[in-house]
């Protein structure tokens, strides 16, 4: 295609008489190109431009607003945080509270509790001392009259004679007795 259209621009230039320079454009085209980029020029400023511009502080407006609300809702957020951290403490210094008091109830449960049972004991061991004082005065009161019953049929087969009264036996025995606590029995 280019050797076709070539020997032609050279035929068209050696036929014009005037030499063909690629590089300055024909002035008709020149004067033509600079109108229709004025127009151009006068169309774009007048009804495209100010579309742009347009559009241009909406976004502007709009970034602004949501920047604002990004703001609101990060500050929102930011006190909401410190708001949970806040009760968080609360509940921790509360927890530890409750945790302090439970163990101050347990410590006072369990002294109750040995104090309790330290009175429950003493309360036994007197029991049971009563209980055996009793039992060695029923005892001692059963030796004496079984001592004294057999001291006296001892000392009635020995002396030959019945002690059977009641008035000597009592002396009998009281005398038997005072010697075997004493330490010499028989002796007199």
Excluded: C
């Excluded at 600079?34 to 100010?50: N, S």
């Excluded at 009563?130 to 001592?147: G, H, N, P, Y």
């Amino acid at each position: 295609m280019q050797t076709l259209i070539l020997p032609g621009v050279v035929r068209a230039a050696e036929e014009g008489g005037h030499e063909l320079n690629p590089l300055l454009p024909h002035p008709i085209e020149l004067i033509l190109s600079l109108v229709v980029f004025g127009l151009l020029f006068l169309l774009i400023r007048k009804f495209v431009a100010p579309k742009f511009e347009e559009i241009y502080t909406e976004r502007t407006k709009a970034i602004e607003g949501g920047l604002a609300a990004a703001e609101t809702k990060q500050a929102e957020a930011d006190a909401k945080l410190a708001e949970l951290e806040q009760q968080l403490a609360d509940a921790r210094h509360e927890a530890a509270r409750i945790r302090e008091e439970a163990r101050e109830q347990g410590a006072q449960i369990v002294a109750e509790m040995r104090e309790q049972a330290q009175t429950e004991a003493a309360r036994i061991v007197e029991h049971g001392k009563a209980q055996i004082e009793a039992e060695r005065q029923q005892a001692v009161t059963s030796l004496r009259s079984e001592v004294g019953t057999l001291a006296t049929t001892l000392a009635g087969r020995i002396v030959g004679e019945s002690l059977e009264d009641d008035e000597r036996q009592g002396r009998v025995v009281e005398r038997f007795l005072a010697d075997l606590e004493a330490g010499t029995p028989g002796v007199n």
